[in-house]
Nanobody, 116 residues
Framework: QVQLVESGGGLVQAGGSLRLSCAAS????????MGWFRRAPGKEREFIAG????????SYADFVKGRFTISRDNPKNLVYLQMNSLKPEDTAIYYC?????????WGQGTQVTVSS
């Protein structure tokens, strides 16, 4: 089992930045691929970014490329999502996820609200 807790969400104006953190506990964190997802009101959950267990590989959804950066600190059991140039359409609940072949573990989410 892996427990995930997100933090760092909040209210920010358009064009601003936020850094989300995801703290993991339980089984060996470094063995899992990590990802960030979000769910906007009235929409389905969507993939934002992923990072491999060794941080050697990252992937991003097209709509965040150049604005968001995913990173991880394995000794500290943390994964981050740096979000810059935020837009009102980025408003959503942001979730951290962990897994090997599929994302099996999920956090409770943190709310991000971007005002225009």
């Amino acid at each position: 089992q892996v427990q995930l807790v997100e933090s760092g969400g909040g209210l920010v104006q358009a064009g601003g930045s936020l850094r989300l953190s995801c703290a993991a506990s339980g089984r060996t964190f470094s063995g899992y691929n990590m990802g960030w997802f979000r769910r906007a009101p009235g929409k389905e959950r969507e993939f934002i970014a992923g990072i491999s267990w060794g941080a050697g590989s990252t992937s991003y959804a097209d709509f965040v490329k150049g604005r968001f950066t995913i990173s991880r600190d394995n000794p500290k059991n943390l994964v981050y999502l740096q979000m810059n140039s935020l837009k009102p359409e980025d408003t959503a609940i942001y979730y951290c996820a962990a897994g090997v072949r599929v994302y099996s573990y999920w956090g409770q989410g943190t709310q991000v609200t971007v005002s225009s």
